[in-house]
């Protein structure tokens, strides 16, 4: 199945419920999904949590990594990540993460994007680049 523009939410949520580790593990929804956008969250919990009691980077990782997913793969050939870049501006203070998926450019082999990763409260946690590959 390729999502297209015209899919529904409903449509994409199913999709992306086989990445098992983003939507079973760490408990991320799909909020928004269109060609070249994506908003994704989960709700901040214990399990992810690192020793000191902040968020962990690989849990800020996931949740932006899954709205990449979903921004570069509505309307695309199948498209996968080859390179990501993420910085860690802030630690999270409130409830809940939620990752906002944007194109920068969206080119036939390859596509750039930027996710920013903000708290409920309105923090911004995190951004991260990256470049993914469109295969044919």
């Known amino acids: 199945m390729m999502l297209d523009e015209n899919s529904s ?4 949520r199913a999709y992306f419920s086989h990445d098992r580790f983003a939507s079973d593990a760490c ?11 994506a908003v994704t969250s989960f709700t901040i919990d214990d399990v992810h949590r690192n020793a000191q009691g902040a968020v962990m980077g690989g849990a800020i990782f996931t949740v932006a990594d899954f709205a990449l997913a979903i921004a570069c793969n509505m309307g695309e ?3 996968v990540s080859v390179s990501n870049t ?5 630690g999270a203070k409130g ?15 390859l596509g750039f ?21 469109r295969r044919a």
Do not use: Q
């Open 77 to 79: 050939n199948p498209t």
């Open 95 to 109: 409830t809940r993460l939620i990752a906002t998926a944007e194109a920068d450019k969206s080119g036939r082999n």
């Open 86 to 90: 993420i910085e860690f501006f802030a």
């Open 9 to 12: 939410l409903d449509e994409v």
């Open 113 to 133: 994007y930027t996710v920013d990763v903000r708290d409920d409260l309105g923090t911004h946690v995190a951004r991260m680049t990256a470049t993914c590959f």
């Open 27 to 37: 408990g991320c929804e799909v909020l928004e999904a269109s060609h070249g956008h």
